[in-house]
Nanobody
Framework: VQLQASGGGLVQAGDSLRLSCAAS????????ISWFRQAPGKEREFVSS????????YYADSVKGRFTISRDNAKNTVTLQMNSLKPEDTAVYYC???????????????WGQGTLVTVSS
């Protein structure tokens, strides 16, 4: 499956942003989808994951209560709604697909190209 992330941009602290991950070339509903992010000078980290049917999701503690992940299998898309953004959310955000419902990078074989989110203070 091929993934393309979009929706990044420059926002102020407290603003909201919606990221999208569009999939093609595979059976989308057979993949769990996760978002990861990599801030400048830091390791890539897990953000959120959603199960194949969208009935289960989980979040990193740093974004819990502020970010919401959802999916539309009819449209082959996953959305990450990001509210109350903070400067520390600044990063390149990647979506990734796996047959496992996981937060481990090593479980993900398909990655989108990343979209940059910059949150100014």
């Amino acid at each position: 499956v091929q993934l393309q992330a979009s929706g990044g941009g420059l926002v102020q602290a407290g603003d909201s942003l919606r990221l999208s991950c569009a999939a093609s070339g595979g059976t989308f509903s057979s993949y769990a989808i996760s978002w990861f992010r990599q801030a400048p000078g830091k390791e890539r980290e897990f953000v959120s994951s959603i199960s194949w049917k969208g009935d289960h999701s989980y979040y990193a503690d740093s974004v819990k209560g502020r970010f919401t992940i959802s999916r539309d299998n009819a449209k082959n898309t996953v959305t990450l709604q990001m509210n109350s953004l903070k400067p520390e959310d600044t990063a390149v955000y990647y979506c990734a697909a796996s047959s496992k419902f996981s937060s481990w990078e090593s479980d993900f074989g398909s990655w989108g190209q990343g979209t940059l989110v910059t949150v100014s203070s």
